[in-house]
């Protein structure tokens, strides 16, 4: 399990960054398309909605191996596991109005579904004013100094 600490960091590094991009595996190879990221605290697993007539909602029940990716303050990609989820309570907790008219319909229509990422590993690329903090998590997790005021480290969250 991850450390508190590190938890913490990562929901930083996320926080308040609207959109992610999802990669999943086709027949084909990868591909990766913008989702919204849910206005959750991170806990370990990230949410995102989609209809089951989509493409990526058949490329996760073939292939749960996922990667998301966000770019803000940071640069964040989250490796995990992804499954579907059709829980109404759980749909109805994270939905908004802006879904409705992105996705023309309700939470509680049965073709909405929602990914839940078990995040298993995240790396980070941190240049702004998490750099000093960064540094010296990274200095405390590998008792080396970051060389530079660019600092990437990659945190194993599933052992």
Not at 84 to 95: G, H, P, R, S, T
Not at 113 to 139: M, Q, S
Request: proline residues 1%; charged residues 35%; hydrophobic residues 35%.
């Amino acid at each position: 399990m991850m450390k508190q600490e590190e938890m913490e960091t990562l929901r930083e590094l996320i926080k308040g960054v609207d959109t992610a991009m999802l990669t999943t595996l086709t027949e084909e190879g990868l591909i990766s398309r913008p989702m919204k990221t849910q206005e959750v605290e991170f806990d370990g697993d990230l949410w995102f909605f989609t209809k089951k007539e989509t493409d990526k909602y058949k490329e996760i029940l073939h292939d749960q191996e996922v990667n998301v990716a966000y770019a803000g303050k940071s640069y964040v990609s989250v490796r995990g596991k992804a499954e579907i989820v059709e829980d109404l309570d759980k749909k109805k907790e994270l939905w908004s109005k802006a879904y409705e008219k992105v996705l023309q319909t309700s939470y509680d229509n049965p073709d909405i579904v929602l990914i839940k990422v078990k995040a298993e590993a995240a790396e980070y690329w941190e240049t702004g004013n998490f750099t000093k903090r960064i540094a010296f998590l990274y200095k405390r997790m590998t008792g080396k100094n970051a060389e530079s005021t660019h600092v990437n480290e990659t945190i194993e969250l599933d052992k």
